[in-house]
């Protein structure tokens, strides 16, 4: 299995662990018991740096993963998108690269939808009037 195979198994299962109501509950479970035995340690510096040290990993790691499965996840909605513009006869498939424009080219294209958007909203207003 290659390096990108098991890291992306690996990592949509750890997303699908990590995002469960359990794993919210076990953490919370371990800070507890860290707090609870913070009298026992006295407060220490020790003591905090455990708590610091662990949750610092833990969140580096995380982002990775997060960003490798957000990653995966995105790629498979544009591909789905672009096969739904694809077969559609009257989307303009130039819309299928988009992801690669230009922050310029998409804030013209969102400007265009808007006022498109706008049309059809004043057509509805208007044909709403008129049935009244």
Known sequence: M?????????????ARH???PA???LSL???AVW???GPLFRWSDTWQLIINTGTTIVTFLMVFLIQNTQNRDSAAVHLKLDELIRATKRARNSLLDLEE???EEIK???D???KLAERKRLKQEAKSAQQR
Request: overall charge neutral; some cysteine; aromatic content about 12%.
């Open 29 to 31: 479970l371990v800070i």
């Open 23 to 25: 794993a919210f509950v």
């Open 35 to 37: 707090a609870i035995t």
């Open 112 to 114: 265009e939808f808007n």
């Open 101 to 103: 424009c230009t922050e």
């Open 2 to 14: 290659k390096l990108n195979d098991a890291f992306s198994h690996f990592s949509r299962h750890t």
């Open 108 to 110: 013209k294209l969102h």
């Open 18 to 20: 990590v995002g469960h």
